[in-house]
């Protein structure tokens, strides 16, 4: 063995005091006792898995002033994500062999975790489906138009499932109905504004839409980014290939409170009422909602601080997630085995990679935390290019060590290793 880690684990449901055996990257031992050419012992620590967030935009190609490979997936080593998934609304967007593989290698060169890239799936391309799915880690569908969206008419889903049937790739969905968002389209001044002219009613036409047209899909189908009760409603009794997601900010902001700079949070879908959050944060601890996931959608100052209706829409928070919500751990808002469930093990079997468990033959990617060292988000120590978070003064509890397939990329809080350690989990 290489490296064996000893400490208080999250195995089998439960913390265990327990040495990890590692080998070429991978866990190939889990014992009370064992000694490997390196030791490492974690006293008064826990260590889980790393976390796995499908659901990012780093901005790369096209948009780099906003963020790249680099400091996204830098963003993500400190925030506690070994594997991100990365969104085609890019420049160009991520709709083709030559723009997807390139995206491959440019984050081969930059990036410091694992990483899976999507392809869009346009009107245009419906019949690329099958060769791109050879390549892709999945798919990304907008229903309803948003940041230098890709839009796909409702009405291609059907083809579009069909043509998807044998890629056996996951198909993540926006769930905002275009037509719907027409129809209550008008000036924005502020966040009621924005909310009302986004209903709840667009999410639920749009999610009624996928239910129907997906009955004999084969592939999972993954609603991103839920945010309304009514929503959540709909997807209670949801098929087995089904599964939903929701951002922190869904789960932890809501219209009533005083949201101030308003254009920081202007986020599509818009962050409703504390009815809606409060049914969100219950699915999470009930088990109805299957993810956690960023949907870190980072712009810069100057982008975000201008009028209203013109500002874009988009928040971040691949570096928050995990941290705030291991916080909350601590707290018991919600328990450690619904978090771990939600932002690792969940993510990794939608995905199909060999991570989010601390289990003999997945990758040895775990993060270490100290319980007792809780601190408090700061933009001016995030690794994101935007240099801002909704979350500023949010308590959290970020890793002191992460590693990833067994490699130590972060030890007390420092960066070891350089970009380029990540690696495309989907190589063909
Ligand atoms: O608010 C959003 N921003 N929602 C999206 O769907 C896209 C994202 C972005 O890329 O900025
Ligand atoms: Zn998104």
Redo the contacts with the bound molecule.
């Keep these: 063995m290489d490296l064996t880690v000893e400490g208080k684990a999250y195995i089998d449901g439960s913390f265990q005091d327990c040495c990890l055996g590692i080998t070429d990257g991978k866990i190939t031992a889990i014992k009370k006792i064992l000694k490997g050419d390196k030791h490492i012992t974690f006293s008064h620590k826990l260590i889980l898995p790393a976390g796995i967030d499908i659901h990012v935009?780093f901005r790369d190609p096209g948009m780099t002033h906003k963020e790249d490979f680099s400091t996204g997936s830098l963003a993500a080593a400190f925030g506690g994500v070994s594997c991100y998934y990365d969104?085609p609304?890019t420049i160009p967007q991520t709709t083709d062999m030559l723009s997807l593989l390139d995206k491959i290698n440019s984050s081969e060169k930059k990036s410091f975790v694992d990483f899976g890239i999507y392809s869009g799936i346009s009107n245009r391309n419906i019949q690329n489906i099958a060769k791109i799915g050879e390549k892709c880690s999945g798919f990304k569908i907008?229903l309803g138009s948003?940041?230098?969206?890709l839009m796909l008419n409702s009405k291609n889903l059907r083809d579009v499932f069909k043509a998807a049937n044998s890629t056996n790739k996951p198909i993540l969905i926006?769930a905002e109905d275009d037509q719907c968002l027409i129809n209550y389209k008008s000036d924005e001044r502020n966040l009621t504004d924005h909310l009302k002219c986004r209903p709840s009613e667009c999410e639920e036409t749009a999610i009624k839409k996928i239910l129907t047209s997906s009955k004999t899909s084969k592939n999972k189908i993954h609603i991103c980014?839920l945010s309304s009760f009514e929503g959540l409603e709909l997807l209670k009794d949801k098929q087995k290939n089904i599964s939903c997601g929701v951002t922190p900010h869904h789960l932890l902001l809501n219209i009533e409170k005083n949201l101030s700079p308003k254009t920081w949070h202007?986020?599509?879908?818009p962050i409703r009422t504390d009815i809606d959050r409060a049914a969100l944060f219950d699915g999470i601890q009930n088990g109805s909602i299957d993810v956690l996931e960023s949907?870190h959608?980072p712009?810069t100052l100057d982008e975000k601080n201008i009028e209203f209706n013109d500002a874009?829409?988009?928040?971040p928070g691949v570096e928050t997630l995990f941290p705030m919500f291991l916080y909350l751990a601590k707290k018991e808002k919600i328990s450690f085995g619904r978090l771990i469930s939600l932002f690792c093990e969940n993510p990794a079997e939608i995905v199909n990679v060999p991570k989010g468990k601390l289990e003999i033959g997945k990758d040895a990617d775990f993060i270490v935390i100290d319980y007792k060292d809780e601190s408090k988000v700061k933009s001016e120590h995030l690794h994101s290019k935007c240099g801002w978070s909704p979350f500023e003064g949010w308590p959290a509890i970020f890793p002191t060590h992460v590693f990833v397939r067994g490699e130590k990329l972060i030890e007390e809080h420092e960066m070891l290793e350089n970009q380029g350690f990540g690696r495309f989990v989907d190589k063909w």
């Design positions: 935009h969104m609304n907008y948003t940041t230098n969206s926006h980014h202007k986020v599509n879908p949907d959608a712009h874009p829409s988009g928040i």
